[in-house]
């Protein structure tokens, strides 16, 4: 064996045989990094030009709702990439997964240049409808022109996440966003502020570094794939060419992926317009919680990428008994491990709040937020690993079925409910996300313990 596959067959996760708990923890944690990493991009933004001026901060400040909510149907459409290609390496048919991956890419970079091409158009409708005005429309239309460019380029390293994700390899995307991120922290300052001769560029400046750095890193996935470095998938430029059965049960799969991950990025702005309404002391707690509530994201995302791998490589091995045992595993592991983290919160919230430096009114508001809805982080976490175990079936629609009856059914309307026709102000829909929290954990559970979605059929194989 070679000294590449050696280091290839190192990274990759084999979640067919041996212990679960322990390789879905080894899976899981880079994916967990790499959660983290994907909001650094914006976050360096921010801070570099908030050197230049307030209102290009708020320019590109209003631009992160639209585009983390084109970044979850990105994410959405690659989810397929994660089932297939699981779900052949699980099979020992490297070469059909090196078809799946080529034609997982195809179909993510063309939807990434549909709604960028479509999301360019009506940046500045878009921007006006969010409030926008004057120069701070104006930094925030030229930013957001560059994101919606730059989409192709986003979405392509999106399915190569997902496709090495499903091989078993969490580390490669990892290491390869390590090195897009700090490109970009590297690249900000020099654009945005002109240093070393270079003209001043502002918010444009802040636009181009993060286009630069994704447009690098989507190359370098390339090279990485067709040099086999991805548990030994070759990609080849005959992958490329369009399978339209194939393509179409990748489209079937990823459409309610993306409907699903969609109605989460939607959801986060009708839940800011809700408490927002309240006043700023109640905009800016729930600015607070919002970021604590972060690590439970990024968290459950992590485990619920790896158990979604692990069920599609134990269906490819025909091992069923062995896919339901890991989704039960990653839904325990996560549920222990939120749980401590909500009871954490709940003891000491004056703690965790206090490292924001807040008047104490806001402090004491971000307080009460928090104790009314952190001991159901463990059911939150447990949810979203369930329906990780169902997407890597190549099963999306339960998902995405759970994921709107509990957000636009249920949580939406009974916030609204409680905050303003009970009166309970902001606090109504902390009370609604505890409670939510808790029912829909059951419902993943049942549907998962009763459901068919064991018997879902190879990709590949016509219906």
Not at 105 to 125: D, I, K, N
Not at 169 to 183: A, Y
Not at 306 to 320: C, E, F, I, T, W
Not at 382 to 394: E, H, I, P, S, Y
Request: net charge positive; glycine share 10%.
């Amino acid at each position: 064996m070679s000294s590449v596959q050696q280091a290839v067959k190192a990274r990759r996760v084999d979640l067919t045989t041996g212990p679960v708990a322990s390789k879905l923890i080894a899976l899981a944690w880079p994916l967990f990094v790499g959660n983290i990493l994907n909001t650094f991009y914006n976050l360096a933004d921010m801070y570099w030009v908030s050197w230049v001026s307030t209102d290009a901060v708020a320019a590109v400040a209003i631009t992160f709702p639209t585009v983390w909510l084109t970044f979850s149907f990105g994410l959405g459409v690659t989810i397929a990439g994660t089932a297939f290609v699981a779900r052949h390496f699980g099979a020992g048919q490297p070469d059909q997964a090196a078809k799946v991956t080529g034609q997982v890419l195809l179909l993510a970079t063309l939807v990434g240049a549909l709604l960028g091409g479509v999301g360019a158009f009506l940046r500045v409708p878009i921007l006006r409808m969010m409030g926008a005005q004057d120069a701070v429309l104006e930094m925030a239309s030229v930013y957001l022109l560059i994101e919606f460019l730059g989409l192709p380029l986003r979405y392509a390293y999106f399915a190569y996440r997902s496709v090495s994700q499903g091989a078993g390899d969490s580390k490669t995307p990892r290491n390869l966003l390590i090195f897009s991120v700090g490109l970009n922290m590297v690249l900000d300052p020099f654009f945005i502020l002109g240093l070393a001769g270079l003209p001043s560029m502002g918010v444009l400046g802040a636009a181009w570094a993060t286009f630069i750095s994704q447009g690098i890193g989507a190359l370098l996935s390339l090279v990485i794939l067709f040099r086999g470095r991805m548990a030994g998938v070759a990609l080849r430029l005959h992958h490329f060419r369009p399978d339209l059965r194939l393509l179409g049960q990748v489209a079937r799969v990823g459409l309610p992926a993306s409907l699903d991950m969609g109605a989460r990025g939607l959801s986060s702005v009708v839940v800011a317009a809700i408490v927002s309404r309240f006043g700023a002391v109640e905009a800016a707690a729930y600015g607070i919680v919002n970021r604590l509530m972060s690590v439970t994201w990024t968290s459950a995302g992590a485990m619920e990428q790896a158990v979604a791998s692990g069920v599609g490589q134990s269906l490819g091995a025909k091992d069923p008994r062995r896919a339901a045992r890991i989704g039960w595993t990653g839904a325990g592991i996560m549920f222990a491990f939120l749980t401590a983290v909500g009871l954490c919160l709940f003891v000491f919230p004056e703690a965790v709040v206090g490292i924001f430096r807040v008047e104490e009114h806001v402090n004491a508001t971000a307080v009460r937020f928090l104790r009314l809805h952190v001991l159901s982080y463990g059911f939150w976490g447990m949810r979203d690993v369930l329906q990780g175990a169902f997407r890597g079936a190549g099963h999306t629609l339960p998902p995405a079925v759970i994921t709107w009856l509990n957000l636009w059914v249920a949580q939406i309307p009974l916030s609204l409910w409680t905050s303003y026709a009970l009166g309970w102000g902001a606090d109504g829909y902390w009370i609604v996300l505890c409670a939510t929290n808790l029912v829909f954990a059951a419902v993943a559970s049942i549907w998962f313990r009763f459901g068919s979605w064991q018997e879902s059929k190879r990709p590949g194989q016509r219906p």
